[in-house]
């Protein structure tokens, strides 16, 4: 007796999708909580929010996407900056970089065009 029960709230418990019953029932019980003239006005605030909702979600991923395109060619620029001003990009990070142009813009600046002694 406990197996049948047991496999009986197992079986209750379960979710599967909605079939044509359950969602008659369900348009059913929304006709009279809310009445023939509210209901269309609900499916389509409904329908907008989702339409917000996937157009928002989207938008993230996109913006994630032009985030990383902008920072490759953020980086890109600065490797040709620096290897047009003479410096070694090898090994370094583009804020190790951006410190040598700066640098040497400063030197540029004070007028002494020589390096830097170690």
Avoid: C, H, Y
């Amino acid at each position: 007796m406990l197996s049948v029960m047991t496999g009986l709230t197992l079986k209750l418990m379960q979710f599967g999708p909605i079939g044509w019953t359950e969602l008659l029932i369900i348009i059913v019980i929304a006709l009279l909580l809310f009445g023939p003239r509210r209901l269309p006005e609900l499916a389509r605030s409904m329908g907008e929010a989702i339409n917000e909702f996937r157009k928002a979600s989207s938008g993230a991923s996109a913006s994630k996407e032009e985030k990383k395109e902008e920072v490759r060619r953020s980086s890109s620029e600065i490797r040709e900056l620096a290897l047009s001003l003479g410096i070694d990009v090898t090994g370094k990070t583009d804020e190790e970089l951006m410190e040598e142009i700066k640098a040497l813009a400063k030197r540029k600046e004070s007028g002494s065009d020589s390096p830097p002694s170690p």
